[in-house]
């Protein structure tokens, strides 16, 4: 009996020995500005290596330049104007394929040609990728010129991105330099803005007045005809800055007219009468 009791004894001392408590680093004691600081290096480091592995994952996909679909950007130059303002009501029809003295125009916009001679997001929506368009410009004063491009699928640069030259000197937009347009400038010749028979538009080069230097441009282009020929509309006076759809993009750039070619040969019995 006294065997068994002190085995019992042995058994309950052994068992009501406490349990080891795991060992605890104790942490540093550091002050609010210090935990803020290694809280938010700690939530930089698991934000940087959350986009280094998504980047890694998927490449970002091209931009498209514009929202407008694919876009035409060009640059104009006008002859006789100082670099610095090549502004200008700039009429810029879309036709299909070549040049025709016949034109119907898919597109046709007005747009206010800022002083750089630079324009960019004009909307080609509609028009295929791929396939070849002539783009045709006209100044308000300028005779129009044409350039062909393949469209490309998001922006296409006119004439490779290089400066489309329009010749100046047709004061009455008819798309022909001639005698009338000299007759029109010699009127305003010696004239300031302040003059009472002042003509913007004979100021070709821009400096305030009508001298032999406008003179002498129009002369040097006489006989000149424009892309299409001779237009009996003049193109709209109306210009949008942000180069809207015309309401008659066939024919004429005025509703109610058409566009009609005329040969050089009439044209020059019509000057000499």
């Known amino acids: 009996m006294a065997s068994q009791y002190q085995n019992i004894k042995s058994s309950a001392k052994e068992n009501s020995s406490p349990t080891p408590l795991p060992k ?11 935990q803020l600081l290694s809280t938010s290096e700690s939530n930089a480091k698991q934000t940087g290596s959350s986009q280094q592995a998504s980047s890694s994952a998927s490449p970002p996909s091209p931009t498209i330049a514009t929202s407008f679909g ?45 002083k750089s001679g630079q324009y960019s997001n004009l ?70 803005a ?28 006489n006989g000149q005809v424009g892309a299409t020929g001779a237009w009996t509309s003049p193109p709209p006076k109306v210009a949008s800055s942000s180069a809207s759809l015309s309401s008659s993009p066939i024919g004429s750039p005025e509703g109610g007219g058409y566009w009609m070619w005329i040969p050089q040969a009439i044209i020059n019995d019509l000057n000499d009468l």
Not at 24 to 34: C, D, E, G, I, Q
Not at 198 to 203: R, S
Not at 205 to 217: A, E
């Open 24 to 34: 605890v680093t104790p942490k540093p004691n550091l002050s609010p500005a210090k």
């Open 70 to 114: 694919p876009t035409l950007s060009l640059k104009v130059n006008l002859e006789g104007r100082p670099s610095i303002d090549q502004s200008t009501k700039l009429f810029v029809g879309i036709i299909e394929g070549s040049l025709t003295n016949t034109p119907k125009y898919l597109l046709s916009f007005n747009i206010d040609l800022p």
């Open 123 to 192: 909307s080609l929506a509609g028009l295929t990728s791929g396939t070849k368009y002539t783009a045709i410009l006209k100044g308000s004063i300028q005779i129009a010129t044409s350039s062909a491009f393949i469209m490309a699928p998001s922006v296409t640069n006119l004439n490779g991105g290089e400066m489309v030259n329009l010749l100046s000197g047709d004061l009455n937009q008819d798309n022909v330099i001639n005698n009338t347009d000299l007759s029109i400038a010699q009127k305003a010749i010696g004239s300031k």
């Open 194 to 221: 302040s003059s009472a028979n002042w003509n913007e538009a004979a100021d070709l080069n821009k400096d305030g007045v009508i001298n032999i230097f406008d003179l002498v441009i129009i002369s040097r282009n």
